[in-house]
Structure formats: structure tokens, C-alpha cells
């Protein structure tokens, strides 16, 4: 059981800050790191696989840097977001040779059960130039798994890759966590991260937002003020049978047509607003929600 | 299997192997030793085995544009492409110890000097001068301390910058030849001429004046430890992120 | 703002909203103007202008430094002419060039890349094909802007030599017609190193290795003719130095320059009579043109 420890790290280049003062604690199981792009979480994946120096703050495995440590790499595999890739080898020399790299007393072996673990045994003997994307994803799974690691990173491992791979990734990730691992892993898809990960840990324009379990951050999400644009057949009815109902904060008429609702609820404001259309016999012709963009939840986390 | 103590990893030094001739550069690396040894067998052929020909066929194309440029490929191509595609993380991310990565790839580079450098200029120096073998041992052995020093320094400069090939080019071009050429004083700071250095006390000839032989034996043996020690410390504090 | 519509079932079919996105519909420069903007476009770019601040050191300085031994020249031309009895240019126009080749090369070996590579690698040629501009106009203006910011580098100093020699008093009915001479020298020889260094570059992608390969292609030949002309001129056998002569672009046109206007011999062996000149010539032009065909066929393989 390994857990990393970042404590007040920060990380600046000349005069743009990457990571402001970040802390968090990575435990066993899986952690989904989630953020918009650019929020820093390559950043933050490369000062916890010590391929950064953070420029304040500490960031350790187990009470040892990161940085300069070499012998913390055989506790920790890294599976990085570039593409690129030892494309003259096959797949099999590649994962032996990483084992050899580690050090394995039996690369050979322990390749094969890395090769088995990601399911890409058929296919270990062509050139990895012949992969396509998802391929050369689990091939560098296999790198980072056949050391057998205590902790797992990876920045960005659901890119590019389609439904079927991406469920087994997750089911590769659920079965890791299960049993002792440390894993870690980056994502700006909310549904990808709250399928997998147990706890999450958000982090927004270099600043850790949020932290916590999925269930607490929805509902972080979800207890704030909702907007609405309302088209409908009858304006002013609606808005003064919306205004009855106490999941609506607020409600304004537009001069160019439609309602602007407040609602302070969404999950009882999505249910009444129907019913009362209905009741009252208004038409709705639209409904569209202003703020429902990552980066709108995101801001409205981190200022809170 | 390699032990965390001896001087090179077995599987680096074979991932260097395969890496370094890839596409262009393994053309441009068997040309340059094709090209020397043509032009020393037209020159035979031409003039016979005269000394001063045989000098400046081995000096000016050998010693002074075809080791260092075998140099400076084989080394960038063993570094600098894996940085500039992140595939270098491959090898970082593991328990081996950065120094030994670094003497790994530079064991592959000087093979390739070895190969394509300071053997043709022996065969080249033989062909030349079949009557005086020292002439010839002398280059070969000029070629490849060069040769070795020069591969630490280009080493040395792909893990600092990604202009590493421009600007080694530059330090050939313009201060061991236009500079070197117009102010003796660079002598003293310029590994062509510290392996001139070496060729004339082996090889009996005068390519350079007044240089100690020692100085340029502790020159090149200095240049080659200290650029091979700083390019592992570099590598220990690399920096590599996910989005370049 | 769009309506939807409901369908027989009652569910709203798709529509499209009007954001007010208008397709340009004015007038446009024809193809004459695009080509013209795209060689301007790349001749400053090979001096760095119009690019960032680190992209203008290298060529800047090799410019700067092609420029110094010009005005060092005149400067003592006009000094000290009448101290040393001088009664012509002390470096001749057609030597200049040869003087300072590797400077030449070097920044050849250095902009071909940027120009010509960086499209083929990053693939952003894909953008330039898919536009009216056709595929061999691209390469062939390409080719242009690299061969005028070569002839700018080479002929500069040249011109500097000829206003200095006319400020020295130098005859300038025979100065003009030498400088002239020089230029058309420049020109070729401006010709021949971009053909030969934008085909390098266009094969071998890569940009650390294409300028690599340039510089080998240059320098060994150089080195190399002048190594076999000299050992030719020193043994009695002037024929073989000036065939040699036609294997590196400086020695090819300083050759051509002495067979067409008789300037001063650079050369240890420079090509004697009329048909080792029409031989020099012929080259010059073959070269060019196999160049020029092979980087249309190049770039005819490339796929968008």
C-alpha cells in the first residue's frame, strides 16, 4: 500500500504558474484527476512520476522525493500521454525489454503476463509500428504493469480510444484498485472518471478545486444556481406560475422573447417545469440550460 | 541481465543499436567512410603513395569533417530523437541509473566511430601509404580519441538543447574550421586539432604546431569524462512533461 | 432563431440555428497574388521575420557576419589604397562567395529545413494543398523564397564591395561590369545550393538530421574537390581537378564564372578552354533542373 503524498506544491515557468499551491494525498484505489484542459494535470502527473521538480512544495512516494530518485521507479509505473514510441520493435521486445530495464530476474515472463493482462497477446509479435492508437495504449499499459507496480499513472488514457477499449481500460483499472494499487488517472470527461474512480480530485487553472467522492462532487456541482432560457407560448403565464414554485430563485421576462429562470434546484426544477406547462396548458418550444459547460462548473467550484 | 553496477546496460546499449540507423542517417553514416575510402583510392591511383597527398587526404576529409560528422550523427541520432518525442520516458521511467544510460548510448556512438570513422581511416591510410603503417595507425587512433570526444560533447549538448545538431554544426564549422583555421590560438580549445595533436606524435608527421602532446591527451581525455558526467547529471534532472 | 418542428410522432425533428454565419463573398486576389504573398511570406521568414525573436539569431548573425568581412575589405580598400598600391578589389566578386562558403552553408543548412521540412513533418502542408494554390506552384515558390534569401546573403556583400569600390575611385565602367559578373555568379550559385539543400530537406524529414545532411552534402564535397585539386595541381594532372570541379556547387560555379567573364583564378585548378566551360555550365543547369523534377516528384508522393 503506497500513497503520494503532495504537499503545497506549486510549479511556475518564468511568470506562468502551472500549479498554485496544490496538496492532496493519492491512496490506494483509484483516483480520477479531473480538470479542463490545460488546468495542469500534466503538470501534475510529471511532479508525481519525478519528471518534474515542483518549484515549492514537496511531492513524495512513501516519504521519499520523487525527483532525482531513480530506485522510486520500481515501485511506480508511468504510463505517459505522447504517443511516440520504440516503433522498431515489436510489441513483445518492447514490454521485455522495459522488463529488463526494471531489472526483472525473469523479463520473458513477466512481459507475457503483462501482454496477458491488457489482452493484446495475439498481437505481441507484429511491429508496433502496425498498431493503431488503442494498441499502442495497452501496449504502453504493459511497460508500466511489468514491474508489477505498486503505483500507476496515467495522463489522458482514455484518448483516442473507442467504447469497447475504454470499457476494458476501466475494467483493467477497477480490478488494479481492487487489489492494493495506487491508480491514477487524468481525464477532462466527467463520465469517464466517474465510472472508474472512487475519489476524485479536481483541479482547475493550476488550483486543486475539489476533493472528494464522485457523489459529493455532483452534488457540489448540482447545489448551485441553475439558468435557464425559456421559449414558450405564453411568456408572462409561465413565468408567474414558475415564480409560485419554490425551486426558482428567480425569473425575468426578455425583451426579445422568452424567460430567463433562476432555479435553485435542478433536479425538482427539471420535474416541475413540465407538470406546470402542462397544467396551465403552455407550450414549451425551448428549454436550454446557459451554464452546463465543464469549464462554467469548474469556475463555480473554484470560486466557491 | 545487467547489474545496476556495471559500466553499461546490456538492453540500452542493444535499443541504441537498433535505434541509430534509422531511415537517413544510417545512409549518411556508411557514405561518409564510402566517400573516404574512394577518394584515397583515386588519390593512390593518381599520384601513387606520396606523403603530402596522403596528409591532407587524411587530415583535411578524415580527421577534420568525416570523424566528427560520423560523431555527430551517431550520437544526436541516439538522443536527440527520443527526447524530442518523449520516447525517452521509457527508459527514465525505470530503476537504472542515468550515468549508465549515458555511457550506454555513448558505447553504441563510439562503435560507430569505431566503425565508420577510425577504421576506414586506417584502411584509407593503407591504401595511401602502404609503405608507412604508422601513418596509418596514427589517424586511426587520432580518429577515434576525436571521435570519442566529440561524441561526449554532442551527447552533451542533445540532452541540453533541441538545436543540439545546429549547434554542434556550428562549433564544427565555424570555430574548429573558419576560426580555427584564421587563429592558431584556438588550438588550444578545439578537439581537431588536440587529435592532430595526437597523429603527429604517433604517425610522425606536422600537422600542428606547438601543442604538448600531453596537454592535448589530458585535454581530450578531460573534455571526454567531464561532458560524459554532465550529461548523466542532466538526465537525472530531466524535465519532461506530457504536453510539449 | 429557429423553430423545431414536430414531426407525425410528436418528437422534434433536427434543425440548424441561424448564428448569422456568413462564407466571405467578397472579392479575391487571384492565384498570381497568392503566389507572390507566399514567396514574400517565405523570404522573410528565412530571415526570421515575421517569426518569433529566436528564429531571427541564427540567420541574423550568419548575415552579419557574411557583411563584416565586406566592410572590413572596404574599409581598407578605401583607406589604404593608395599605401599598397591597390587598384582593385582585394577579395575579387567571384571569390567572395568561395571565401566565405561556409557561412553560406551553414545558413543554407540551417533555413532549408525551417522552410521546407517543418511542412513535411508536422504536416501541415496538408492545409497549403488543400487550398487553390496548386501542389507545384507550393514547391516552386518554396524553392524561390529559399534561392532569394540566399542570393540576399551572397549578393549583399558583393554590392557592398562595388559601393565601396566606386567610393574608392576604382574604375567603375570595369567594377560594374565585375560586379555584374559576380552577381550572375551569385545568382547561380544561389540556385544550386537551395535546389541541392531543399531536396535533402524534403527527404530526410526530420529537421536535426536534414540539416545535418546538407552540411554533409556541402562540406564533403567541397572538402573533397579542393583535397583532389589540389593533389592534381601538385602531381601534373590539371584535367582531373577541374572534372573534380564540378562536384561542389562553389567550385561548379566559380568555374562557370571563370570560363564565361575570366575572373581570377580561386581555384587551384579552374577549367581551362571552351568546352571544359560549356561542360561547367551544362552542369550547373542539369543540376538544377534534376533537382527541381526530383522535389516535384517528392512532393507528388506526399498525400493530404
Redesign the interface.
Known sequence: MSSIVVDHASRWFRNVVALNDVSMTIGPGVTGLLGPNGAGKSTLIALMSGFLAPSSGSVTLDGEPLWRNEQVYRRLGLVPEREALFDHLTGRQFVVACGELHGLPDPGAAAQRAIATIEMTEAQDRSISTYSKGMRQRIKMASALVHDPAVLLLDEPFNGMDPRQRLHLMELLRTMGAEGRTVLFSSHILEEVEQVARHIEVVVAGRHAASGDFGAIRRLMTDRPNRFVIRSGSDRTLASVLLADASVRGVRLRPEGGLEVEASDFGRFSEVLPRLAREHAVRLHEVTPTDESLESVFSYLVSS | ??S?SAPV????V??GV??VF????GV?LF??PV?LLA?AV??RV??GQ?R??AE??LY??GL???TP?VA??AT??LL??EI????I??????????WQIVTSKLVVALGCVVAFAAVPMLVAGLVLRSDDPTLALGFGLGALAGGAAYCAVFAWLSVLTRH???IG??YL??WE??LGGLLSGIRWLSIGRWSAELVDRIGGVFLVDDLPVAYAVVALVVVTALATWRTGVRL????????? | MAEPQETPTGRPAGVIHDLGYRPYAGPRLGNREIAWSFFVTGLRNTFGLGRSGRSKVLPMTLFAMMLLPALILVGVLVQAKDVLGLDAQIVSYSTYPLTTQLLISVFVAAQAPALISRDLRFRSITLYLARPMPRTVYVLVRLASLAAATLVLIGLPLLLLYLGGLLADLPAGRETGRFLGGMVGAVLLALLLSCLSALVAALTVRRGLAVAGVIVVLLVSYTVVTTVQGIAVGTGHPRVGEVAGLFSPFTLVNGVQRALFDVPRATPTPPEGAAMGALYLAVVVLVVAGSVAALLARYRRVSP
Do not use: C, K, Q
Open positions: 541481465m545487467s545496476l546496460h546490456r538492453t540500452v542493444r535499443l537498433r535505434s534509422g531511415r537517413w542517417r549518411l557514405a561518409l566517400v577518394l583515386l588519390v593518381l599520384v606520396d603530402l597527398a591532407s587526404t583535411g576529409l577534420v569533417v568525416i560528422l555527430l550523427l544526436s541520432g536527440a530523437p524530442d518525442d518523449g520516447s520516458a521509457y527508459l527514465l521511467a525505470t530503476p537504472v541509473p542515468r543540439a545538431i545546429v554544426l556550428i564549422l565555424i574550421g573558419l537525472r534532472a530531466f524535465n519532461l512533461t506530457g504536453d510539449e
